[in-house]
């Protein structure tokens, strides 16, 4: 199936095992010959430390190869203190909780870390990311394999939620859009099964979409009319404060809605509609099969997603939304971490990685 | 490199080497041992057949290996005649062709066909084609198999242009979309060198999304002013007649457009700004790196890709435009025959049909 020699699968196997990345769990019926082995991922023996940055918090988790949280742990951390000074935190964060999961330093295997802005993927550099000053071209993971000598991956935060979310409750569908509306807006983009990232690493950064007559709102990235800034989280309060609502952030928007108060159920289901005019385009142009809306503001109940429905159903060609399911992220804070997580072991399971791990071991 | 063993890529090579699909071209210098040998494709041995129908014509094609045209007939054929009068149109027209090659029907390796609608690539099948009736749900690959036993590929139109246009003119980009501007307007996406083709193949379906403040105008899809009713060939031919002018059709506009006429530049201009909008949200969500305008509209001088550049350049995020070319199809007629030639080299050569092949040489 793989279109690999035998003799190259038996070395790649006996590689794994040899590192305790995956177990020996009995034979299988032999139809002749000798009888086939058959292996699992051995999700004991080896961890990979995942991070999800928001804007003002981290969560910071140990997990197996197979993406369980051993220990994990969140805190108010602000993106924007710069790279060294959160980076350093998180390097403290992984080793207490390296400590904590009963595992020692040498059972590492990767980290993944998600940040709140664009990151061009194979470098693991941030790219402009507007609301993490100091860290353009910043070198994330030459600066943690200072302190841990395993792969570093760095991705997009809402990457990786798409990642996770397609993991834990969406597995086998191979074209999939995570939205998070929150503060920022943006999506991870799953196509064919795999992450579009785009020519510079900025695919599916669409809180900068122009919103056509709402150029009466100036955006933070210096244009008019941003869905960001007409659908965000800080956006939908300030609408609220200027109908006299005693309303300071999303949070506050988010307990009016629990309260039933109408004019905070009318202003987050609005957004949704807002969201929902640029979305329209997104399922004319790449056709996904799920659309999942996450972040805070999503978190509202069902009147994001209400509005999207509302404008997506109403503006698209039949065909291309027949089979397109919209639903509310049900994997929750989990989606990052999880992703964070895939996406380290992936790459601690490649050939080229067990190839120089296990001649080290050798060594 | 392939991570395959010596052993399976000598028997490929064999294989195609006794088939005359490749040829050897003289040893490498050895470094010791069996000196390395050296293999090409043999561009002269096999031919494919290639065929782009629009709404009204066909090209139809025989070219070699390396999508290099042996020759080719363009002819007015319309598509809305059904899928049976069509394709024995085509059946004939590449009888008569493997003739003039030169070739016999025993050198025909594949078929690529490019439709002017959705298709779901993997079975061949047109899905819901608007302009295509009686197509919906028929077998092309079958129907084309019943007189040419080879690989029967069948794709969107606008996708094999994207392909075509990549290899003749942009080799190496991995992010491009190609966008149509003709009686319909539709767009082909290679994203990481990958065709994207979505859940359904509508991916790159962007002629219904709506241009607000545009509800005046209704789409022949049953809503209002999607961007093909307002920006479209026909609809810019008749919004110069409403002014008075003489203009019946695409080639009136183009030819007015030659001549200097400030109505007919001001109207493709402006039909410019209308695809600019819909192409802005899509340089934020897929961020290529080049755009590429093709299709007859196009065609109208500089006039479109002033208004596309104008909107996109005026409205999207620094970081997404920074490496952003913009540019006009230069591989004109040529870019949907040689995308088609290439899907069907690619399955030609793929190793199920290698080995299927050598079978039958072998039987």
């Known amino acids: 199936m793989t279109g690999l020699a035998r003799s ?6 006996d590689q794994l095992l040899e590192l305790g990345l995956i ?8 139809s002749g010959g000798r009888p086939p082995s058959r292996v ?6 080896r961890i990979v430390a995942a991070a999800d940055f928001g804007a003002t918090h981290a969560i910071v988790a140990i997990t197996n190869v197979v993406g369980d949280v051993i220990v994990q742990v969140r805190e108010r951390l602000d ?3 710069g790279p060294e000074v959160v980076l350093d935190r998180l390097v403290s964060l992984i080793s207490r909780l390296i400590g904590e999961s009963g595992h020692s330093v040498s059972d590492l295997a990767a980290i993944g870390i998600g940040l ?10 941030p790219a402009h990311p507007p609301i993490m000053p100091g860290w353009h071209g910043f070198d994330v993971p030459g600066y943690v394999r200072r302190s841990f000598q395993v792969p570093v991956l760095v991705d997009n935060d809402v990457n990786i939620m798409a990642l996770g979310e397609r993991e834990t ?13 929150a503060t920022g807006i943006g999506a991870g983009i799953l196509s064919g099964g795999k992450l579009q990232r785009g020519a510079q690493g900025t695919a599916g950064d ?18 008019k009319g941003c869905l960001e800034a007409v659908a965000g989280g800080p956006a939908v309060a300030a609408g609220l404060q200027r109908q006299g609502l005693d309303v300071h952030g999303i949070e506050d928007v988010i307990e009016r809605v629990r309260l039933g108060d109408l004019a905070a159920i009318q202003a987050v289901r609005q957004a949704g509609r807002d969201v929902g005019e640029v979305l329209t385009t997104c399922v004319s142009l790449i056709n996904p099969s799920v659309i999942v809306l996450g972040g805070s503001l999503a978190q509202a109940g069902e009147h994001l997603i209400a509005g999207v429905r509302e404008v997506i ?22 989606a990052g971490i999880i992703g964070a997580s895939l996406m380290a072991v992936e790459a601690a399971l490649s050939p080229e990685r067990v190839e120089a791990m296990a001649e080290l071991v050798r060594a």
Chains 1, 2 share one sequence.
């Open 8 to 13: 190259t699968i038996s070395l790649r196997i």
């Open 23 to 30: 177990k020996a769990v009995g034979e299988k019926a032999s």
């Open 40 to 45: 699992a991922l051995n999700p004991t023996s």
């Open 79 to 81: 993106i924007a203190e």
């Open 116 to 125: 709140p802005g664009p990151v061009a993927h194979e470098t693991g550099k």
């Open 169 to 181: 409750i969406w597995p086998g569908v191979d074209h999939l859009m995570f939205v998070k509306v």
């Open 206 to 223: 669409i809180g900068h979409v122009r919103i056509p007559g709402r150029d009466d709102i100036m955006c933070r990235c210096g244009n």
């Open 313 to 334: 159903y109403a503006s698209s060609m039949p065909l291309a939304t027949e089979y397109l399911t919209i639903a509310q992220s049900a994997s929750g804070d989990r």
